[in-house]
């Protein structure tokens, strides 16, 4: 889609906002391995963005409307953060849906600026994650061949192994 080039912004649809995490996640915090909307079924928590650096698992959740924001808190895992995904937790959406005082304890902001930059105004802070979750999710993503975005160690450049869509 695209985008105007006036001082009038159109708002960012989820989808382009999970597709600027996943290259937030990969660019910015050198992620080896980033998905986008993984939507395997298999697991409890549906991340919009999730990318691993090592042991370190990173979770990135797209909002578009300030509504969506405040029902994300109704999630069981958020309740319950120990169950959820992502040992570093970030929300990312548009300067005018989530402020710093908005945010659960812990978590992270990125808003998206012009041009799709990332900027991140809070660094999240540790959280114990469900890893078995997290490996339920990525085995899924390889079995259905979900696209999966992988930063190469040698060359440091970005490669994406599967197809959305599969016989």
């Given at each position: 889609m695209a985008r105007k080039k006036s001082t009038l912004l159109i708002p960012r649809s989820h989808r382009e906002l999970c597709e600027i995490a996943e290259r937030w996640l990969i660019g910015k915090y050198g992620c080896?391995?980033?998905?986008?909307?993984?939507?395997?079924?298999?697991?409890?928590?549906?991340?919009?963005?999730?990318g691993w650096h090592?042991?370190?698992?990173?979770?990135?959740?797209?909002?578009?409307?300030?509504?969506?924001?405040?029902?994300?808190?109704?999630?069981?895992?958020r309740a319950n953060p120990q169950d959820g995904m992502g040992i570093?937790?970030?929300?990312?959406?548009?300067?005018?849906?989530?402020?710093?005082?908005d945010l659960p304890e812990r978590w992270g902001l990125l808003h998206v600026l012009q041009g799709g930059?990332?900027?991140?105004?809070?660094?999240?802070q540790r959280f114990?994650?469900?890893?078995?979750?997290?490996?339920?999710?990525?085995?899924?993503?390889?079995?259905i061949h979900k696209p999966l975005k992988i930063r190469s160690s040698i060359s440091r450049r970005v490669f994406q192994i599967g197809k959305e869509d599969v016989a």
């Open positions: 080896r391995i980033a998905i986008a909307e993984p939507n395997c079924i298999i697991t409890t928590e549906q991340p919009d963005a999730i090592g042991r370190v698992s990173v979770l990135v959740e797209a909002k578009t409307s300030r509504s969506d924001f405040l029902a994300d808190a109704k999630k069981p895992f570093y937790r970030y929300y990312i959406c548009e300067p005018d849906v989530i402020t710093i005082d930059r990332v900027r991140e105004l809070r660094r999240s114990e994650a469900d890893r078995a979750e997290e490996l339920s999710l990525l085995t899924a993503c390889l079995a």
